[in-house]
């Protein structure tokens, strides 16, 4: 079901001819109302693909009747042939659904500094537009795949009568900012565009801006959130906020456990932090230490590299008075070796590391994957 | 030659029997002046080793008479019975040579959270002692080489009657603060220790805090530079400049060439910078991003991956008026694919990136390797 969980929504899924491989590529997502509120949080990289770029503008008044994303191509750095091949793809969907190109998003993923073919986009959005349907919700997150092995969706339904859906793509280029992915949130809850904005920064912070895969920001990122209030249902504001936040925590582990190559999810804990800030730091820290990722792909519980990461930080500790623990297993105390690194067991898929830095009272938990061969091989044997 | 081309240095490497290999794992080296000036730039990680603890109060008063180092251990995060064996070993130095304690720097390297011998540090000791010699420059090179494939050296003798010596080791977590390693570096020029320090800083700056292989900062870092003034010659301080910059640079390249599991030497020059600190920030950001490293390795010119890098950071551009060309190509220019990638070759070893940020008249060159599969395995397979 996906983004047609939610009541008042539509979608489809279709092959337009971008991908080489012949697979789907481009998905639209149509709001039938009574409402077209949505909120957006973008990539926070500087250098901006033309989608990002059109998708700002269209957000600035918190209405969208519409979404199209594709795969086959990012957009990205082609110039103003590139801008005018994303404005003519929302004025196609304008056309062909009779809404106004000015509520229409547009995403794309792929390889940056290639044009995409414009017949072949508007050809695939005619397609998509008459395989519109609420049963379609499936097809839509298949059309958005790039390296992922498996579509990602999730929902969540509220015996209070709405529900919350979602599709995700991303298996690389996973990092803060944003974890980088294109995500479409629908609900038919009744909300309005400031509170949904409200509501998915909040759950984005604690969900794919906390992973962590390979420190490489993307310049495509976009999660959406978009409400029909076909509900008719005007949900609890903290039944709400925590249903779209188990809703982004569901994708976000989904793209962490589809990575590129990876062969263990980790979760860094950072306990008794001074600030959450110091917390995020010192996971991020320890998530992009190539050392640290190969240890883990070799089965290796090697944790002094863990506190070369955590040195290179500004959080607020005493470097001799942090304990490490891998899962379960209290390594080093207080600048020292504790128990044998041989209790360690690394060979399970799940790895979790907990880092107290004895500073303070707070802690957070970032997503990482370890750095293995097949990574290499998935991202130096073709472009993406 | 290395340590000992300058006069007044004696050296000697030695088997203690700390590396399992069996291989030279202690060096020695004596400045017998008459000068015993000196200067020490160490790692900036927080979580320093204990051999860094100790050698921090040794530089304090500008003078050392001998400096020894092991492989095999890195004697960090080893708590107090660490630092005792660093101080003990720094006393039977002392003890073999008849010199002061508070004279000798004591370097270590190797797997992190594991006690030395102190036995068989003690007993190499004596071993290095009997055999100092003016001739065993490079037996002390390679006792204190660990994962390097070879030694590493470097020399240059002045016109003027003075010379500069060194010896380096590093072949992993090469990276900035400091690029990560051990580096003595003697000369027998007249030179006191505020223009020693003053000099060595300048010189690291721009050589080996410059490398950035894999972005991971060790805990034992340490580059020293001592003066014996057996030359008597007090050298024009440009030259003096000079000459410890071609040594760091000639050593720093050398670390870069011999970095793990690399198959491409990659400098990437960051040009018409707003400032020398935002030419740096975007090298580094690009040669720390994962997806960039493992397309090189691929021999694929992904320039979209070198954009995506850059525009992470804060440096001042315009995001759509950046050029980068890959090995004399232009691939894209003023947000826009310029020359076809596929003109670009990328099978020799080096590779040059030029990234014009056209915002302003500064830049500087950051040094890394590319992301291979014999990386992931050389830091995958064993703990060091």
Known sequence: MTVTVAKGFLAAGVKAGLKSSGNKDLALVLNQGPLKAAAVVFTTNRCQANPIIWSKQVISDGEVSAIV???GGANCYTGPQGFQTTHATAEKVAEVLSISAGDVLVCSTGLIGEQLDLNKLTNGVSAAAAELSAEAGQ???EAIMTTDSVSKTANLVSSSGWSVGGMAKGAGMLAPGLATMLV??????????????????????????????DGCMSTNDQVTLMA????????????FQAAVTA????????????AEGSSHDIAIEVANAASEDDAVEVGRSVARNNLFKAAIYG??????????????????????DI????????????????????????TPRAVAIRISLNAGTKSATIYTN???????????????
């Open 247 to 258: 809703v982004c925590h569901d994708l976000a582990q989904q793209l962490l456990r589809d």
């Open 228 to 239: 029909s209030g076909a509900s008719e249902v005007t949900p609890d504001p903290d039944e």
């Open 69 to 71: 994303l594709n795969s």
């Open 323 to 346: 304990d490490v623990e891998i899962n379960g297993i209290s390594v080093s105390r207080k600048g020292q070796p504790d128990l044998s690194r041989d209790l360690v067991d690394l």
């Open 139 to 141: 097809s839509a997150a």
């Open 299 to 320: 089965n290796d519980p090697n944790w002094g590299r863990i506190l070369a990461a955590v040195g290179v930080t500004k959080a607020a500790f005493d470097p001799y």
């Open 184 to 213: 479409v949130i629908t609900t038919d809850a009744v909300v309005d565009s400031s509170q949904l904005d409200k509501t998915l920064r909040a759950a984005t912070r604690v969900t794919f801006d906390r992973l962590d895969s």
């Open 370 to 384: 370890d750095l293995t061969h097949e990574y290499v091989t998935e991202n130096s044997a073709y472009s993406s």
